[in-house]
């Protein structure tokens, strides 16, 4: 079993900088690695509302979705078993909740609570 806790969501203003980090306990330890996902606000709080962020597997292989490839960074701490997410020139279009994603061996995905962020003036 893998439970996944994110913090470090809050408000920011345009143009500033949040760092989330997703603290695993269990074992992440597969070829899939983690993912960030966000959902944004008005959106239903369901599996197929969150948008894909980012990814970054086992050997480090990291992905993103196209419009945040230049703002933000994925990253990955096994000695920690933590996944951070450092997100850069927000715009209010980052608005969302983001929540942290592993999936196991057996292809089963585990999701934290997620963590509020709004990008506002």
């Known amino acids: 079993q893998v439970q996944l806790v994110e913090s470090g969501g809050g408000l920011v203003h345009p143009g500033g900088s949040l760092r989330l980090s997703c603290a695993a306990s269990?074992?992440?330890?597969?070829?899939?690695?983690m993912a960030w996902f966000r959902q944004l606000a008005g959106d239903e709080r369901d599996f197929v509302e969150r948008d894909f962020v980012a990814h970054i597997t086992e050997s480090g292989d990291t992905n993103y979705v196209d419009p945040v490839k230049d703002q933000f960074t994925i990253s990955i701490n096994k000695a920690r078993n933590t996944a951070s997410l450092q997100m850069n020139n927000l715009e209010p279009e980052d608005s969302a909740i983001y929540y942290c994603?592993?999936?196991?061996?057996?292809?089963?995905?585990?999701w934290g609570q997620g963590t509020q962020v709004t990008v506002s003036s």
């Open positions: 269990g074992s992440i330890f597969s070829p899939y690695g």
């Open positions: 994603n592993h999936q196991n061996q057996d292809s089963h995905d585990y």
